[in-house]
């Protein structure tokens, strides 16, 4: 008898039926032995309908009152998923972030879960009865409701796990598991049976978007087993895992891809200590979020200066920039979006050399120009031109064996 | 200085525009010197959206998942107003009724209230922030959410002001106060400047529907001063009073109608001991709510037994009491639906001789037959044919001078 944790995001509670569905897996899964905890989001669309209320009345709500507002579409999810069980003959018990109770900091919007307590939930568990947990939410030290922000109830279901010592966590979502590709991009893309926390923050966080980032940091520290999976089938799915031996034969785990990203090159700028620190600031200053920075080595004394910000964010970056290469001497600013930025992750990497050659090698291959290249530890990425976007993927996907 | 809970109802706070008047309200009140603690609803129709989503699942959900689900309404309507006063320029938080707290017994979806901690709602109005407490919702012993049922804020806003020892509870409404009578009904229906509790008591059940009953009793019992009062203008209400003696000069304060019963008769019942408490029994054990009986001392051996229900329950009654009849001995049983209950209510009856008589008198001078005829300390109430519901109004209101 194994004690799972099973989160649900917001497509899967995204209807009635959904939510039957839900109610259904549970029951089987607590049916074939297991004990069982459940972690909801709110129905999709919910929690920025709330949003969409509260900024009706000003651009800039006050977030205790915001948390207070966006908390309630949880509360709905799990008192619909309860009542569903019920109502198949298993037995449910719905619980808001105080009472369970899960402890947050106070930072509103954003707050970060200090402490669980698993009495409540293990008690329930013993008594055959089903917890339903609301995700995204929890209980300030002042008695403050707090959110964690987006995507915060993956965080919920980890934190939960590692509460109540769960021996898995399964991610219940719309896709079926962590694949070597985009299946859409790539026809021969392959779901991964496992891959490594650490594989794994690389990808989120490169624009996979099957897991929040932080999540995937907190099974890694508290070791907790997780497992990705789809809500609409009962395949198994991709299992999140501490690295093992048997993993080393691997030079990498997965093609990544991100076209939304623009580039921005300051060009020309003096080559003098004080001048990248004066740019950065006063895009850190605008809260822009920066990805990528090259700045080669100059030949004379000038030097290009190249960064990546989000498509959304350019105009304002452009318009942030222009004035300050001027007042520092720059010849100007160039910028491009049709760009998309390919990565190739995996752990092997780390052991095995030449992994960049042989990617510059394939692209080059394709005739691909690579427009700006990092690297990490177990992760490659190289800007491209979006035209070829596909083609990298592909070429990449093929080269590292990742096909199925 | 005085410190004043404003209470709104769904109606008052159905929309942003709506919200921001409250804001505009409470903001005012405080810049007049005043200490306000508001209590809310949920926005109107919000309540209904959320059971009518359960009661897809099943039509018999959970009770306390029901509460679970319900309460949200009220935690997003006062967060909207606190957003709204904070964006105004005040200072206002949101509560709700665990933040209070509010604890209530363990009957989900009828929860009564057993205790209110005034501490952290006085912290606020001493700091000058404008508490937004949720309405209809408790908390009780073992940490589940609670709701007072239909109505319940009304219930919540009284039980506020009394643990704060609030100098006024004003409850706004989408009517200005209480009047006479239904000035659609009587155009010479005049608002009260005051009424008694007493009366107010008589009024709601008897149909007025301005304030829940239970929360009348409330302010009774804890000598809060309660207003109704509308949120649609700055006009004073009616305020809901102790007994004084100035009022002994008034017979009545109100004529009350309701066109929602219908008769019953079970006729030539044998007229023994029992007959009558196994009919009652039977119309209990179906949780049917009777209003009205009537039972004429018999002139032979059997009697007519006479008794009102809601139109909706007719027919179920009907159903459950011909075969009874039958089986009793009754000769049968007939109905009525065309029909409409007017009461005068006035704590004046108990000093003064005569109303009775008065009433009677001036409905037959217009030919108004009376069917059924039933009275309290303080109230008279018939039962005649529904057409002529508007002339028995408008007789009785000028009998008892009413009128402005």
């Not at 919910?46 to 709500?61: D, F, R, S, V, Y």
């Not at 619909?80 to 719905?94: F, Q, W």
Request: aromatic share 4%.
């Amino acid at each position: 008898m194994a004690l799972i944790v099973m989160k649900f995001g917001g497509t899967s509670v995204g209807s009635v039926e959904r939510i039957q569905n839900v109610a259904r897996k549970a029951i089987a899964a607590q049916k074939a032995g297991d004990q069982i905890i459940i972690v909801s989001s709110a129905m999709s669309g919910e929690t920025n309908k709330l949003i969409a209320l509260a900024e009706q009345i000003t651009k800039l709500p006050d977030p205790r009152e915001m948390d207070q507002i966006v908390a309630t579409g949880e509360n709905v999810a799990c008192g619909l998923v309860a009542i569903a069980i019920n109502s198949l003959g298993g037995k449910a018990k719905s619980y808001t972030g105080f009472q369970v109770p899960v402890y947050t900091d106070k930072a509103f919007m954003k707050a970060r879960i200090s402490d669980i307590r698993p009495e409540n939930l293990l008690k329930d568990v013993k008594a055959g009865i089903i917890p339903v947990v609301t995700g995204f939410q929890g209980l300030d030290a002042d008695g403050n409701i707090t959110t964690l922000g987006r995507g915060g109830s993956d965080l919920s279901a980890v934190a939960v796990a590692a509460a109540v010592k769960a021996d898995r966590c399964d991610i219940y979502t719309d896709v079926d598991g962590v694949y070597t590709t985009d299946p859409n991009m790539c026809p021969s893309a392959r779901k991964l049976t496992k891959i490594t926390h650490e594989e794994m923050l690389e990808a989120a966080s490169l624009g996979a978007k099957v897991l929040q980032t932080r999540s995937v940091e907190f099974a890694m520290k508290w070791k907790v087993p997780l497992q990705v999976r789809s809500s609409f089938s009962d395949a198994p799915g991709t299992m999140i895992v501490e690295e093992t031996k048997d993993m080393e034969g691997l030079v990498a785990s997965n093609v990544a891809y991100d076209k939304n990203e623009a580039k921005v090159t300051v060009q020309k700028v003096p080559d003098k200590p004080g001048i990248a620190a004066k740019i950065f600031k006063a895009i850190g200053d605008a809260n822009i979020n920066i990805d990528m920075i090259v700045q080669n080595v100059s030949a004379d004394s000038t030097t290009d200066l190249t960064f990546t910000v989000t498509k959304a964010e350019l105009t304002r970056t452009k318009a942030l920039i222009e004035p300050l290469a001027k007042e520092l001497g720059a010849a100007g600013v160039a910028t491009d979006s049709n760009i998309a930025k390919i990565s190739v992750v995996g752990l092997g990497m780390r052991s095995y050399a030449g992994v960049a050659g042989r990617m510059f090698e394939a692209l080059a291959r394709e005739g691909i120009n690579i427009l700006m290249i990092s690297t990490s530890e177990i992760k490659i990425s190289v800007v491209i031109s979006d035209k070829y976007t596909e083609l990298a993927v592909r070429t990449l996907h093929d080269e590292f064996k990742l096909g199925g």
